[in-house]
């Protein structure tokens, strides 16, 4: 087994030989989301509310079935994985009480990742607070300890959560999104990073709501971190560090006036209360909401509607008894009455707002805020605990921080907060694509100079044109990386989120077999992370149980890149097992355990029909997995200047700038998958040195990758492989059989 050590050196990642190491990763699994025992995804309602009682031992995977979905990464070309779990999952029966056997389980399943020698580091990962307010992350007993009753959020409107609807096949697209801007979420997060200044009534156990959930949450990451400590053999060698909470939102902190929606709120849809609306209604009063869709230009409003909970409150009613979770909550906390009209921010009485600006300044001071002072200020706090608790276990940890999406980051540069062992984990979405699920080859947006004040109006910022358009996307992130250099400091940048959704046009791909929009958004998105000089991403999302009936089985959401109803592309391009009538077809596409083609079975392989000689009725569906399956530096010996690939040609070029020549056992190393790029059809051209193509292997998997010996100085490199159209697979050339000949002899180089 290779070496997995990985250090981070200003603001790269190199290894033990000092050579630069870019993160080709994805998230590992969505699965994780929600509990395996009982199995409840986020349309079943059956066992929803009995959350204390439930298991995420089995999650993301079972054991038995961990090594093929580690095979599959593998050969995919993935050298990292954003590990994610859930507070939820360590801490569901109550406060302090752990769940030893899923820890357990954990350490087990991350054993098996370090065989395949993936970079691991974990994510304690949360959508819009909890499962039972729309999301996942947080354990049901935080509402309770909040004082919030998630059986009445349904009628409120508190929060949408899918498992509570009539149908919920008819959930509407990305609406659970909007969750982050209803009472649930907005209360939440609020009491969660500043409850002591806008709750100070709000006490459990002797401490404020505040201290009472963070040190909660920062305790249970802490435990699972000692947990894999003393397991003795995961830390470093497969767990290379730990990402803050995922998608921190500030909830109302900010707020200049409740009853407005803020102008800087960019998604609208469904209903959409402003912050004292849904106050109101999530005291049960009948409220009147305006109504917004997304269409192809964003959110437009489409009317209004009466929210009548019918005098349902959110809140605990008086009588709830409080021993269930053996807390003590001040008597100075009333339950059955809103917390904030509890804070004088309105009169239950009269139903009047009295301090529409309470959460736009710091109540005992009067300090004005904004998103970028909480940023600053609130979120810096809690990431300083938490790092702080995590480095208390393992002092050498990585800690990727991760402050709110597409927000000005927190200005540390220069700081004592500037830690040289820091990375910068940044989120992106094509939000038009994510939103309408659909690739629009005319026009895009530039979101994010939209919100850092680039344009004098947002009209200049539509790019027309599918070039303009990727070239949009790669800037944007580009801007991301430049503004992390100047605000976070010297550290490396991984986008540890960024994906398209594959159910695009009504899941028209999946009747026709025709993926070729979700390939144009999945290459532009590749572009755009090659483009941005970042040191590489996780993408979203690896999802084990995906279907084309219920997508990632979890908000209507499916944006997995592998599904059990889709085939997988076939790796190797001088053949073909595609015919789901032949053995060969099979193995390949239902058992990852499946041998490698390699010289002792390549003329077998060969004899395999191709895709020429399958009938029409032969399943079509690649889930653009030759937009995602693609070259990649993966070892740089020097710096990385640049790297792109060009699907529609098939060329992958590369250059960087190294200060002395290549170690004979420490070469550049470009991973280099067999569909695009076989031995036999390959045409590289270097400024200098020799290369090589042949295969890592890794637990019976062998990842082809060209290996390349170069002098000091600026050097480049140019990979062409097979031009072909879209969905075109079967490649056939008279020079196969003398490349077969010398793989048969044991020689598969090229040089």
């Keep these: 087994?290779?070496?997995?050590?990985?250090?981070?050196?200003?603001?790269?990642?190199?290894?033990?030989?000092?050579?630069?190491?870019?993160?080709?990763?994805?998230?590992?699994?969505?699965?994780?989301?929600?509990?395996?025992?009982?199995?409840?995804?986020?349309?079943?309602?059956?066992?929803?509310?009995?959350?204390?009682?439930?298991?995420?031992?089995?999650?993301?995977?079972?054991?038995?079935?961990?090594?093929?979905?580690?095979?599959?990464?593998?050969?995919?070309?993935?050298?990292?994985?954003?590990?994610?779990?859930?507070w939820e999952a360590i801490e569901h029966s109550g406060p302090g009480i752990y769940d030893e056997e899923w820890i357990s389980f954990t350490i087990e399943v991350l054993r098996i990742a370090k065989q395949y020698e993936f970079y691991v580091f974990m994510d304690p990962h949360q959508d819009v607070w909890s499962r039972l307010s729309g999301g996942s992350g947080a354990p049901m007993w935080t509402l309770y300890a909040a004082g919030?009753?998630?059986?009445?959020?349904?009628?409120?409107?508190?929060?949408?959560?899918?498992?509570?609807?009539d149908n919920p096949a008819e959930f509407p697209k990305m609406i659970w999104s909007t969750n982050y801007t209803r009472l649930v979420c907005q209360t939440m997060f609020t009491l969660f990073w500043a409850g002591r200044d806008f709750a100070p009534k709000a006490v459990i156990d002797g401490m404020n709501i505040q201290d009472y959930l963070q040190s909660h949450f920062i305790a249970a990451c802490k435990h699972l971190a000692l947990r894999i400590h003393e397991a003795a053999d995961i830390e470093h060698n497969v767990v290379i560090g730990w990402e803050t909470m995922n998608e921190p939102h500030r909830g109302l902190i900010g707020f200049q006036d409740i009853s407005v929606v803020p102008s800087d709120q960019q998604l609208q849809l469904g209903t959409s209360p402003t912050a004292f609306q849904a106050m109101l209604t999530g005291s049960g009063r009948a409220c009147e909401q305006n109504t917004w869709a997304f269409g192809s230009f964003g959110p437009y409003k489409t009317g209004t509607k009466l929210v009548d909970p019918e005098g349902q409150s959110a809140w605990l009613p008086t009588d709830y008894d409080d021993s269930k979770y053996g807390w003590r909550r001040d008597l100075g906390w009333k339950l059955g009455e809103c917390i904030w009209a509890q804070h004088g921010v309105w009169d239950p009485a009269t139903d009047t707002l009295l301090v529409k600006d309470y959460f736009s300044k710091v109540p005992s001071t009067g300090k004005p805020l904004s998103y970028e002072i909480f940023t600053n200020s609130y979120f810096m706090d809690h990431y300083r605990t938490y790092r702080d608790a995590i480095r208390d276990v393992w002092p050498a940890a990585i800690l990727l921080c991760q402050p709110p999406v597409m927000e000005v980051p927190p200005d540390l540069k220069g700081t004592k907060d500037d830690d040289p062992n820091m990375v910068h984990a940044v989120h992106y979405y094509d939000g038009l694509t994510l939103l309408t699920k659909h690739w629009n080859r005319l026009y895009n947006v530039d979101v994010i100079g939209v919100l850092r004040g680039k344009y004098w109006a947002p009209a200049f910022a539509v790019k027309v044109g599918e070039t303009a358009i990727r070239n949009c996307l790669r800037d944007q992130l580009k801007f991301l990386r430049e503004e992390s250099l100047k605000y976070m400091g010297n550290h490396p940048l991984l986008f540890t989120e960024i994906g398209i959704p594959y159910d695009m046009d009504d899941k028209k791909a999946y009747d026709t077999g025709d993926y070729s929009s979700q390939s144009s958004a999945m290459d532009a998105n590749h572009f755009a992370l090659e483009g941005s000089t970042g040191n590489g991403f996780t993408l979203w999302l690896y999802q084990t149980e995906n279907n084309h009936q219920w997508g990632d089985l979890w908000n209507g959401e499916d944006l997995s890149i592998y599904s059990r109803d889709d085939l997988e592309l076939p790796l190797t391009a001088t053949y073909n097992s595609l015919n789901p009538q032949s053995p060969a077809y099979s193995e390949s596409h239902s058992n990852a355990d499946e041998?490698?083609?390699?010289?002792?079975?390549?003329?077998?392989?060969?004899t395999n029909p191709s895709i020429a000689s399958v009938s029409s009725q032969t399943p079509k569906g690649y889930r653009a997995a030759e937009a995602y399956i693609r070259p990649s530096p993966i070892y740089v010996s020097g710096s990385l200047t640049s790297h792109v690939f060009d699907l529609r040609n098939c060329m992958f070029t590369m250059t960087l700038t190294a200060d002395v020549a290549t170690k004979s056992d420490a070469p550049t190393e470009i991973y280099l998958p067999e569909f695009h790029f076989p031995a036999s059809k390959i045409v590289v051209a270097v400024s200098g040195g020799k290369w090589q193509i042949d295969y890592q292997e890794i637990q019976s998997i062998r990842v082809p990758r060209l290996q390349w010996w170069h002098a000091e100085g600026e050097q480049s490199i140019k990979i062409e492989g097979i031009k072909r159209k879209p969905g075109e697979l079967n490649t056939s050339s008279s020079d196969e059989a003398s490349y077969l000949e010398r793989c048969e002899k044991g020689d598969c180089r090229l040089m």
């Design 595 to 606: 041998p490698e083609v390699g010289p002792r079975n390549l003329k077998r392989a060969l």
């Design 1 to 86: 087994m290779g070496l997995l050590h990985l250090r981070v050196d200003g603001k790269v990642f190199r290894d033990t030989e000092n050579r630069e190491i870019v993160l080709r990763g994805i998230n590992v699994a969505g699965d994780a989301k929600y509990p395996k025992s009982p199995d409840i995804p986020s349309y079943i309602y059956e066992g929803f509310f009995e959350a204390d009682d439930v298991s995420f031992v089995g999650r993301p995977f079972p054991l038995d079935e961990a090594h093929t979905h580690f095979k599959r990464l593998r050969k995919w070309g993935y050298n990292a994985i954003r590990y994610m779990f859930t």
């Design 148 to 165: 919030l009753n998630p059986k009445a959020f349904k009628a409120t409107e508190a929060a949408l959560v899918q498992n509570t609807q």
